[in-house]
């Protein structure tokens, strides 16, 4: 690809799943007084009072560390019945957009500054992980390559991550690429085809490498044809095949980059190059990850836990000749879109039985009993050991 290539990218970052920080049972009752003191002005007589009220809780929730708002959030009283209408509505305006900008807070690019002349790779690869929180690991020998020492020589004054991991591996792609928060995008292949006895299957494909920050993991990542914008060196626009698609990505688990392929339409033959290429990817990212934990397995009938806007119900637990079965529901009220949205993840939340020795016990299998909009349903399985019963242990999604 020749010329100048401009690709931007919104990100819809989704926090599904919260955890609570650990604090101080002082701080935490702090927190509780100045969070019911809002809470209730949110029904004062003067609505600028109530407006007042609204932006401080969410001020409060997003101008300190992560944990700080997840703290908030857990203080701050789900909407019922017997509240005023109106403080319903602002509870949950509250909450959605505490969730949204904690989340956006998670794909932002981390940022990195060395000046290092002659430096052991080792050590300037250590220094990017203390300071983005992104681990690398040097695979070099695993490719067939020599793992010698190698000395390193980069200056990057506070470059986004991607850009200064560039510099320090001396690409030849270096220049390519363009960065965006905490994703790298480059592409990869450009393919025109010319349909000579049929022209409506001419097409020019446009590969991209999507990179994020390995700190992160994408569930999937969206590109919608109406988002795209692509110019040749001529100033004429080149849309997209269909106009009305999207391409979805599906991420694999433990991988740290994907492909998009973008199908548009042939220009005409006096048309050198793509000039840019302007787009909105949509990365569905999780946030933190919690551990929710049920015990008294034998009587728990519909036990539910909530975080992040995600609803896990324990349904019940039953014996089947060999197998115990946990059957269970998870709920996400989130984001629009539900379950679909949320695509494989929901699959690969991680269960297993835990003792009180700390060992872990993985199911055996699971199916899917219920799958709606917005809720899911599994049975796992789960073989106990000779001589243990389901009440030694709890259970842990």
């Known amino acids: 690809m020749h010329g100048h290539t401009r690709l931007f990218h919104r990100l819809a970052a989704l926090a599904m799943l919260f955890g609570g920080a650990p604090s101080l049972a002082q701080e935490a009752a702090d927190l509780s007084q100045v969070v019911a003191s809002l809470v209730e002005q949110l029904n004062a007589d003067e ?160 590969e991209l490498e999507i990179a994020w920050e390995p700190r992160l993991r994408p569930i999937a990542l969206t590109q919608a044809a109406a988002d795209l914008k692509a110019t040749v060196d001529d100033g004429r626009n080149v849309p997209a095949t269909s106009p009305d698609a999207v391409f979805d990505v599906e991420v694999e688990p433990g991988t740290h980059a994907a492909e998009v392929t973008l199908p548009l339409q042939l220009p005409g033959r006096d048309s050198q ?64 879109g539900g379950i679909e949205s949320h695509r494989g993840w929901v699959f690969q939340n991680v269960s297993f039985l835990r003792d009180d020795a700390g060992e872990q016990l993985d199911h055996a299998g699971y199916e899917t009993t219920l799958q709606t909009e917005k809720e899911a349903g599994f049975a796992y399985f789960f073989e106990l050991p000779e001589g243990r019963g389901i009440g030694d242990y709890q259970w842990v999604y």
């Not at 000579?196 to 001419?202: A, C, G």
């Open 47 to 206: 609505a600028a009072d109530r407006d007042a009220a609204e932006k401080q809780l969410i001020q409060q929730a997003t101008s300190g560390a992560v944990e700080q708002g997840e703290a908030l959030l857990a203080a701050l009283p789900k909407p019922n019945d017997r509240m005023p209408q109106e403080v319903q509505v602002r509870l949950a305006r509250i909450e959605r957009e505490i969730r949204q900008r904690l989340a956006s807070r998670s794909t932002e690019g981390t940022r990195v500054t060395l000046d290092v002349t002659d430096a052991p790779l080792a050590e300037v690869i250590a220094t990017l992980q203390q300071q983005t929180g992104n681990r690398l690991v040097d695979n070099r020998e695993q490719f067939g390559q020599e793992p010698a020492p190698k000395k390193v020589t980069v200056k990057a004054a506070n470059e986004p991550f991607w850009s200064a991991l560039d510099k320090v591996l001396v690409l030849s792609r270096t220049g390519r690429a363009v960065y965006s928060g905490a994703f790298r995008i480059e592409a990869t292949s450009v393919t025109a085809q010319r349909g000579l006895r049929s022209p409506d299957e001419s097409s020019l494909r446009l």
């Open 273 to 336: 190059r793509l000039q840019s290429v302007e787009g909105t990817l949509t990365a569905l990212v999780p946030g933190r990850i919690v551990e929710l934990t049920f015990d008294k397995l034998a009587e728990a009938r519909e036990v539910s836990q909530q975080t992040g806007g995600v609803s896990v119900t324990l349904d019940r637990v039953v014996q089947n000749q060999a197998l115990w079965e946990v059957h269970m529901r998870i709920r996400i009220d989130s984001m629009a």
